[in-house]
């Protein structure tokens, strides 16, 4: 998990509250990932970001948004709109253009309150 | 859709014992890859195999790919308490958007001492 800093590591949402987690990264790699895991599932893609200023939607994008102002910075806000968001979200990174290694970060876990 | 589904769901071994956990996929791949997740933390990379190679080994990893069969299997030899963890593969999909990878569902590997 170094280099890759999630917070926070536990968050409750009210209903129709907009909630964002944190996702810092002092590696250097331009291409950063927001993955959804649900008990006894894979990793769904949420969104990605090549470069700075940019990004694209992943499988489940409804419900949720990003920002990519920095390189070291990608933060995921899960809106209102995500009807089902309790689930354990997490950051990875990696080399631009390069899907060989992932870097994760220790996880977000995300429950309704 | 899942691109790599993991065989078995669980499995449970005793300490020393070795473990194979085996994956299968769909489409043609550019290469496979396997993480490894210990419960509530971020997923940490094992080992990558490109589609041109049948066999790789890293310490007390053993993969192999078989791209007929689209399969893989991942053997652990003798294994350690310290193994126990989910496992998950990862296909990089050969052809079209190669900016994501694809995970399964994981095999949830106990290691008993």
């Known amino acids: ?113 | 859709s899942q691109q790599g589904e993991e065989d078995p769901q669980a499995l449970s071994i005793q300490e020393g014992e070795n473990a194979t956990m085996n994956c299968s996929y769909k489409t043609s791949i550019n290469n496979l890859q396997w993480y490894r997740q210990n419960s509530g933390r971020g997923l940490v990379h094992l080992i990558l195999i490109r589609s041109n190679e049948r066999e790789k080994h890293s310490g007390r990893l053993r993969v192999t790919l078989d791209t007929s069969k689209k399969s893989s299997s991942l053997l652990i030899t003798a294994s350690r308490a310290a193994d126990t963890a989910s496992y998950f593969c990862a296909t990089d999909a050969s052809g079209g958007s190669n900016y994501k990878l694809t995970f399964g569902k994981g095999t949830l590997l106990t290691v008993n001492p």
């Open chain 1, 1 to 113: 998990d170094g280099g890759i800093t999630q917070s926070p590591k536990y968050l409750f949402r009210k209903e129709g509250q907009n909630v964002t987690l944190s996702c810092e990264q002092n590696l250097n790699h331009d291409a950063m990932y927001w993955y959804r895991q649900d008990p006894g599932q894979g990793l769904r893609l949420i969104y990605y970001s090549q470069i700075v200023n940019d990004f694209q939607k992943g499988d489940i994008a409804e419900g949720y948004s990003v920002s990519r102002e920095k390189k070291e910075s990608f933060p995921l806000t899960v809106t209102s709109a995500q009807k089902n968001p309790t689930a354990f979200y997490l950051c990875a990174t990696s080399v631009q253009g390069v899907y060989e290694k992932l870097f994760f970060g220790s996880g977000t876990q995300l429950s309704v309150l």
